[in-house]
């Protein structure tokens, strides 16, 4: 087993290597384009990722790389916590989308927008960086801060764009953070600004926020302290479960009712909580 990141922008975690199809080709090649498969997946495109995809990594994402083979790298995220693995979230993705660690460097930032730009020293624009990249700086400059990527490389980010990781956080901060995404498309796995499902949101709002929950709502539900579903505030978690089934749901408790990633063929949306989802409302959680 060895240590390595992410060396794209985004990079999406498969169940296996033959997972992809030909409309999944932008998020697999070497040089991924998140938008242009954004773009490409149409409603029934995207309810083919169930079983296909697990989850997306962000640049400098730490993975553990258990094997490859033909390209491909069997890894584990351990910045996203799983109960199937106790080292992190397991999949696949292209040996392609890995490189070198970035080095040592002081307080690691968090993107705090849908998308800012990195550029490189001649403040040439280099890539679009997804919300909740998480990044080491090595030096500020005014507005801009210098920080650390893999294979040795550096770049340079807005300050504006980013917040110190770790630095306290409100409930209202996490619905601010979670309220940019309202329109945004529901993608099956998603975790970046090119697409969120439920636990994903919830999950990249709290690793702005310096605080590393579980990918899957259902060990989210496990994992954070219980509230009484009565005694929930905007802010707090809501989760949903079908009787006799693991929790399959989760959104964040708003003013207006529940703010969350709905299911494919929907949006981020903030509304009441309606007759479905009431129906199976099973608890409450607070981060």
Not at 6 to 15: G, K, N, Y
Not at 32 to 44: G, N, V
Not at 191 to 215: A, M, N
Request: with cysteine.
């Amino acid at each position: 087993m060895s240590l390595a990141a992410i060396r794209v922008p985004v990079s999406t975690l498969w169940t296996s290597p033959d997972a992809p199809r030909e409309v999944d080709a932008p998020a697999v090649a070497a040089d991924p384009d998140p938008a242009a498969w954004r773009d490409a997946l149409d409603d029934e495109a995207r309810l083919g990722l169930h079983g296909r995809t697990l989850s997306q990594l962000l640049l400098g994402e730490p993975v553990l790389v258990r094997s490859e083979r033909a390209g491909w790298s069997e890894i584990a995220a351990p910045w996203q916590p799983s109960s199937t693995d106790e080292t992190g979230y397991p999949g696949w993705l292209p040996s392609a989308h890995l490189g070198e660690l970035p080095s040592a460097a002081t307080g690691p930032v968090a993107v705090t927008v849908s998308l800012t730009t990195l550029y490189d020293d001649a403040a040439a624009p280099v890539a679009q960086l997804s919300f909740a990249t998480v990044l080491a700086v090595t030096e500020t400059s005014g507005d801009r801060v210098r920080v650390a990527l893999p294979d040795g490389a550096r770049g340079w980010l807005d300050a504006a764009a980013v917040r110190p990781v770790g630095a306290p956080g409100t409930a209202a901060d996490r619905l601010r953070l979670a309220a940019q995404f309202l329109g945004l498309r529901y993608l099956w796995g998603g975790t970046s600004s090119y697409g969120l499902d439920c636990s994903g949101l919830v999950h990249t709002v709290s690793r702005v926020l310096g605080v590393r929950v579980p990918r899957d709502a259902s060990d989210q539900q496990a994992e954070l302290p219980a509230v009484d579903i009565g005694d929930a505030a905007p802010g707090d978690l809501y989760f949903f479960a079908r009787p006799g089934n693991k929790v399959h749901h989760v959104g964040f408790v708003s003013e207006a009712g529940m703010l969350h990633a709905s299911e494919t063929g929907r949006h981020v949306e903030d509304g009441p909580v309606l007759d479905g989802h009431r129906e199976t409302l099973v608890a409450a959680a607070r981060l």
